[in-house]
């Protein structure tokens, strides 16, 4: 694996490192660019780290490219007009990386577990990605839902397919007994009752259809008012005023973040100068010059000592002040990023009662026609009433066969009718078809809500039998007389000869060790990352325990890289056994 590095950070000159699988240490003096360098390799995982954060200050162009596997991955930035622009290929993107690929004195877990926090949950979530996979479950349980909506409405739809085959099946069998009957001398005797029982068929059949309306229109009206209370629920949770106090919190995060990137901007150039002059100074100490190099002046060798300790301490001062700043803007972006999310939340919420009242506009409409047709079959009903009474007695047929005909041209009409609503509803068969389709769907819905479940549940413990697991391991082959474990409230829990202990009485090398536990959990759980790094400098171990630290990462990493202080500049590989997993 092969990395080519140029005005990235603290890298000013361009930088080629080859590395092996296995140990690799990079040794190099105090602000020579490990830290870049290990910057740099990171933001090949993820595109959470900004072009801006990674170009010098000073620069007008860098890149960081990295050989993998016969591929070559790249980010290469140029500064034009005042503008950061960017061209990528990443090894892979996923934010996860900065808390599971690079170990050092930044790491969020480790800054966290050093101040004596023991909630881990945020930590297992992150590196879960429970969220997403809740979400995941959400949408699925949605789709099961419209789904269970569907096939009742085809089991609706099937049951009124079954009424109208029947209806017709009826009126089929009396135009087959009207027709036999105009056939018969017979029917000359039954012309006042078959006039009777052609007007009962009339009106019983209005009848009908206006039980049929007016249940459609209480249905639709159920509907209207299920839908006004879901309305109404979700405008509780996304109401204007809502809004308008996360953007007037989102406006305020943009205005410090920019004050505080242009605190930080200045900072990290003070820093540099104050750096590049101490490099000056210490080489004039070192030449034991009596000629100022800025002003020509004699001066009296002693002196340099003394200036290097004034700009040491601005400097230690400046970089305290850095690392303040730049936490600040960590805590603000986090904050921001959590109140974008709850914006596009209630964005999200807004389109749905957008979708809602449209859905209720379409059901009143609906309503109206409904409404507008069981009047107008009233009003039949009462006329055609009216009418029959009146002439009861004036009715008189003087062919038999006329009346028959006319009834049976009737059923014919009303056999159409049905039909053509058939024809429209479905037939039966082909509805249980469609309802057979629907539930193989569901059923392969549920699997996946069912097998989602049981994910989540999986990811919720996985983590802390993991951690067990590793932890009592790894404490044991560090010789550390120690035990842990995540508990149901996802608070690390450390004992001692089975007393709980506070973790910010640990030792440091006992909560560094930790947190490196909990990342390597992670890491053998969640996320495969092709590298690790970490910084030797903040590691109070001593070193037959780092050595074993090490050989463990081996075990589940292709490449470890270590970066490590020294006066010289030097890449060594190590040969090192990985230490039996656990």
Known sequence: ???????????????????????????????????????????????????????????????????????????????????????????????????????SPENKLLNQIMSGEENVEWFISATSKINELKSKKEEMETKLHNLQAEIDDLNRKHKEAIELQTKIKQIEDEIARLEKEKESDKVLNKTTQTISITNENKLRDIREKIEVKKRELEDLQNRIARLDQEIKNKESLASPEIKQSYERQLQEINTQLQKITSQRNEAEIEIRLLEKVLDQIRESEKQHLTTCYVCGSHVDPSIWKVRIDVISKELQEKNSLYSGIKKEADELLSKKSEIEKKLKELDQISSEISKLKMSRSELENRIESVKSTIDDLERQRREMEERFNRNAELYRVYDINDSINKRITELKKKKDEYEYELAINGVPSTILN????????????????????????????????????????????????????????????????????????????????????????????????????????????????????????????????ITKSDENIELLKETMEPLASS
């Open 1 to 103: 694996m092969k990395v080519r590095v140029y005005n990235i950070g603290g890298i000013v000159s361009p930088l080629e490192v080859e590395l092996t699988k296995g140990v690799n240490i990079y040794k190099a003096p105090n602000a020579y660019g490990k830290t870049s360098l290990a910057k740099a390799l990171v933001s090949l995982l993820t595109s959470a780290i900004k072009p801006d954060d990674l170009l010098n200050v000073f620069a007008n162009s860098g890149y960081v490219e990295l050989d993998l596997d016969g591929r070559t991955y790249y980010r290469r930035i140029k500064r034009v007009k005042n503008k950061i622009m960017e061209s990528s290929k990443l090894l892979l993107d996923d934010d996860r990386a900065l808390l599971l690929s690079y170990f």
């Open 434 to 561: 469609k309802i057979s389709e629907k539930q193989k769907e569901l059923q392969e819905v549920q699997k996946i809500v069912d097998d989602l479940e049981k994910e989540y549940m999986r990811r919720l413990t996985i983590a802390r039998e993991e951690f067990v697991k590793i932890a009592n391991y790894l404490l044991k082959e560090l010789e550390f007389d120690l035990r842990a474990e995540i508990d149901e409230n996802d608070r690390l829990v450390v004992k001692r000869n089975d007393a709980t202990l506070e973790l910010r009485k640990l030792s440091s090398s006992e909560r560094t060790t930790l947190a490196l536990i909990l990342v390597l959990t992670a890491l053998k759980s969640y996320f495969k990352t092709p590298f690790f790094i970490v910084d030797e400098s903040f590691m109070t171990f001593d070193q037959r325990r780092f050595d074993k630290i090490v050989k463990y990462l081996n075990s589940i990493t292709d490449y470890v890289i």
